[in-house]
């Protein structure tokens, strides 16, 4: 068999906080995968349910052999440092070419592993992709998601679907990890820098152009907390535009936008009054 048609291992990290409610759907949604060349890295962020016992309840029901538990145990006072923490740790344990990533309260279609696989094998030379969702708050309402193309002169990162969509290749991941797992920034999480440091190594991004993927609407989730043009809105947005000049271009010509003068005058301007 020649080296190209060898079926590509995926490994999927799988990050749970207190979503035990969840866990079922997300797990039966990787079980009845239609490729089965794939290993489960589940890690729990310390959670206060009983998640865990789910898991051992779904794994006693269920003979999934390429499964591994952990927990994460650098737990901070920041939920986006806590869920980095839980992404290397699961790493380590990877054995895939491919990684793809699902939060615990989303689910994948049958079809994920076999596409995202094949996506990478039509596009040799693509190390991160993602595909698209639907925006999920019940069995009766479903929306699809679209990816908003934009100039880097207006806003200079790009509109990307929800962590749960993004795949990438185990050894590009690993050589830029130092840099969108530093610990600064703490109101931007690892898709975002994941797929903000693809975008300027690559120059675009070229993404799966099919719903795969579940997303679940949560009113108690991470970002209602940054509703739009809130103050939190408009501090994390600050973040975003040091993180990509600071970080990702350092002695790189920086991207001079719209976007970044407006944040910056809003910052300086009417937040530090507000406050």
């Known amino acids: 068999m020649r080296k190209s048609q060898i079926n590509k291992k995926v490994s999927v990290i799988v990050v749970n906080y207190n979503n035990a409610k969840y866990l079922y ?7 009845n995968q239609t490729n089965k060349n794939f290993e489960i890295i589940f890690v729990d962020d310390n ?45 380590k344990f990877c054995k895939g070419e491919i990684i793809s990533f699902i939060d615990s309260d989303d689910f994948f279609k049958n079809s994920k592993i076999q ?4 996506f990478f094998k039509e ?20 929306i ?21 969509c993004i795949s990438v290749k185990k050894k590009y991941l690993k050589n830029i990890i130092k ?5 600064k920034y703490p109101d931007l999480w690892f898709d975002f820098r994941l797929v ?10 070229y993404y799966l152009n099919k719903h795969l993927t579940f997303y679940q609407q949560n009113i108690k989730g991470e970002s209602k907390k940054f509703l739009k043009f809130s103050s939190k809105w408009w501090i994390r947005r600050r973040e975003a535009h040091n993180y990509i000049n600071k970080e990702i ?21 009417f937040i530090k009054n507000a406050k």
């Open 179 to 183: 840099i969108i797992t530093i610990k």
């Open 249 to 269: 271009l350092k002695n790189r010509k920086r991207v001079i936008s719209v976007d970044y003068y407006l944040t910056n005058l809003i910052n300086l301007f």
């Open 123 to 142: 596009n040799k030379k693509t190390s991160i992709t993602f595909d698209l969702s639907y925006k999920y708050y019940n069995k009766k309402k479903k």
């Open 25 to 31: 759907r997300c797990l039966n949604s990787l079980n």
């Open 47 to 91: 959670s206060t349910d009983n998640s865990i016992q789910k898991v051992k309840d779904f794994l006693s029901k269920n003979n999934i052999k390429k499964f591994k538990l952990l927990i994460n145990k650098k737990k901070t006072k920041f939920g986006s440092y806590n869920q980095i923490n839980c992404i290397l740790a699961g790493l």
């Open 196 to 205: 903000s440091k693809g975008f300027y190594d690559f120059g675009k991004l």
């Open 144 to 164: 699809k998601s679209k990816i908003n193309q934009r100039s880097k002169n207006l806003i200079p990162w790009p509109s990307f679907s929800s962590q749960s």
């Open 115 to 118: 596409e995202v696989i094949n």
